[in-house]
């Protein structure tokens, strides 16, 4: 392959990225369809190449559908253990956050709600919210008639609409939340811990990956208890960890988070939603496996000064 080949991909090779990432929610995926798209571009005529962007797309999002319908994908979606995989703020692969649309597609709430359309009906969303594709560009990609897009993109907003009720907070206010929800989480203060949950907040954790389910949880009193007990720390939590954790706020995919570091390696990470002063969601991830992207892009990162020097 001749340079310039090489070149013009690797221009596309961020906005690949980062649809692929929307599409599929895991980093590591996204990284594996890139390379399967960069093979194509090797192999394919491309003197019969028109227009190498849109060929490059087309080729992508077929590639992420075809690992959306996967039989993994459905037995991971089935066994209830899947989750999107966090980047951290500043990660390429985030991509365009230059209209309300685009950061919301890529917040962990919406990328889970999009694992509840079909994988074509996510494709379209996608490349509409957070591409700005017009139908006639989404129908060349998909193969679909232009009325086809529009009537699934309709569907898709409305059932994302449905779940996404919530207000948005600015980072500063959301900031300020999470940390008086963390010290009110790492001192005790459990009626403190209950004020700042919405009525309707739910929390979800991975378990640190020892069961194969993930770990739900749903009202105020329960998530406070759950909450309590994950932020105490205890000398068995300091093992599993390989040492006494710092404790930073980042930010995750748009939104707060609180991370616990070792020896620069982040080993647990909670995102937060926030709405209207108060904690409307929370995430918990613990797995190695699903930070690993986070870490590499934290070892690049100036942390800063943490909240908790020692937990």
């Known amino acids: 392959m001749d340079g310039a080949a090489i070149d013009r991909f690797e221009a596309s090779r961020g906005r690949l990225a980062s649809l692929a990432y929307r599409l599929l929610?895991?980093?590591?995926?996204?990284?594996d369809v890139v390379q399967d798209t960069f093979l194509r571009w090797q192999a394919v005529d491309r003197a019969r190449v028109e227009v190498p962007e849109a060929w490059l797309t087309k080729v992508l999002t077929h590639l992420c559908l075809d690992r959306l319908r996967s039989a993994r994908a459905r037995h991971e979606?089935?066994?209830?253990?899947?989750?999107?995989?966090?980047?951290?703020?500043?990660?390429?692969?985030?991509?365009?956050a230059d209209t309300f649309e685009q950061r919301e597609?890529?917040?962990l709430a919406v990328l889970t709600l999009l694992e509840r359309l079909?994988?074509?009906?996510?494709?379209?969303?996608?490349?509409r919210e957070a591409f700005s594709y017009s139908h006639a560009e989404i129908a060349g990609i998909l193969e679909i008639t232009e009325s086809a897009s529009?009537?699934?993109v309709h569907r898709a907003r409305i059932r994302v609409a449905a779940e996404r009720r919530r207000g948005a907070a600015d980072p500063v206010s959301?900031?300020?939340?999470?940390?008086?929800f963390l010290a009110a989480a790492t001192s005790g203060r459990i009626e403190r811990l209950v004020a700042l949950l919405t009525e309707d907040v739910t929390a979800v954790s991975d378990g640190a990956g020892l069961g194969k389910r993930l770990l739900r949880y749903e009202t105020r009193e329960r998530v406070a208890s759950f909450v309590r007990a994950g932020f105490r720390p205890t000398s068995a939590k300091r093992r599993l960890a390989g040492g006494s954790p710092a404790i930073h706020i980042a930010?995750?995919?748009?939104?707060?988070?609180?991370?616990?570091?070792?020896?620069?390696?982040?080993?647990?990470?909670?995102?937060?939603e926030v709405s209207?002063?108060?904690?409307?969601?929370?995430?918990?991830?613990?797995?190695?496996?699903?930070?690993?992207?986070?870490?590499?892009?934290?070892r690049r990162h100036e942390p800063g000064t943490p909240v908790i020097s020692a937990w």
């Open 25 to 31: 929610g895991s980093a590591a995926d996204a990284e």
């Open 174 to 180: 959301a900031r300020r939340v999470v940390e008086e």
């Open 276 to 298: 209207d002063g108060r904690v409307a969601s929370l995430c918990g991830m613990a797995a190695a496996d699903r930070l690993v992207r986070l870490n590499e892009v934290w």
């Open 150 to 152: 529009q009537q699934h």
């Open 77 to 96: 979606r089935a066994a209830g253990s899947w989750l999107p995989e966090p980047l951290l703020e500043g990660d390429p692969m985030l991509g365009p």
């Open 251 to 272: 930010a995750v995919n748009g939104s707060p988070a609180v991370l616990a570091v070792v020896d620069d390696r982040v080993v647990g990470a909670v995102m937060f």
């Open 118 to 127: 079909s994988p074509v009906e996510r494709a379209v969303y996608v490349l």
């Open 105 to 107: 597609s890529v917040s």
